[in-house]
């Protein structure tokens, strides 16, 4: 039974940083694709925000939303069986509740049917 716990979350000024952690259990983080994803106030859980998606494997690739290139960082530490975020330069619209997730099995992509979902930490960015 995959389960995944997210922390890290918090309150923030803009332009500060923060590190979101997602500990996986149940099975090897490095076997498993592997997405952060945003909801946003207001907003339904169903119009929630690919962040960033790190593959499973040994050879890693990482991608990343346009709003949040050149300002996040998607990491893995197969030690630890967890997945990073590391968030700087923050801005006001990055606030929201952060969620990482699994793909199925096999699978490389976040874009879709992503499998199993932490309960999420939630980042507030304000003055």
């Known amino acids: 039974q995959v389960q995944l716990d997210e922390s890290g979350g918090g309150l923030v000024q803009p332009g500060g940083s923060l590190k979101l952690s997602c500990v996986v259990s149940?099975?090897?983080?490095?076997?498993?694709?592997i997405g952060w994803f945003r909801q946003a106030p207001g907003k339904e859980f169903e119009d929630r925000e690919q962040?960033?998606?790190?593959?499973?494997?040994?050879?890693?690739?990482?991608s990343y939303s346009d709003s949040v290139k050149g300002r996040f960082t998607i990491d893995r530490d197969n030690a630890k069986n967890t997945i990073y975020l590391q968030m700087t330069s923050l801005k006001p619209d990055d606030t929201g509740t952060y969620y990482c997730?699994?793909?199925?099995?096999?699978?490389?992509?976040?874009?879709?049917?992503?499998?199993?979902w932490g309960l999420g930490t939630q980042v507030t960015v304000s003055s």
């Open positions: 997730a699994t793909a199925p099995a096999g699978w490389n992509t976040c874009d879709y049917g992503m499998d199993v």
């Open positions: 149940g099975v090897t983080v490095d076997t498993y694709t």
């Open positions: 962040v960033s998606c790190i593959n499973r494997g040994r050879k890693i690739n990482r």
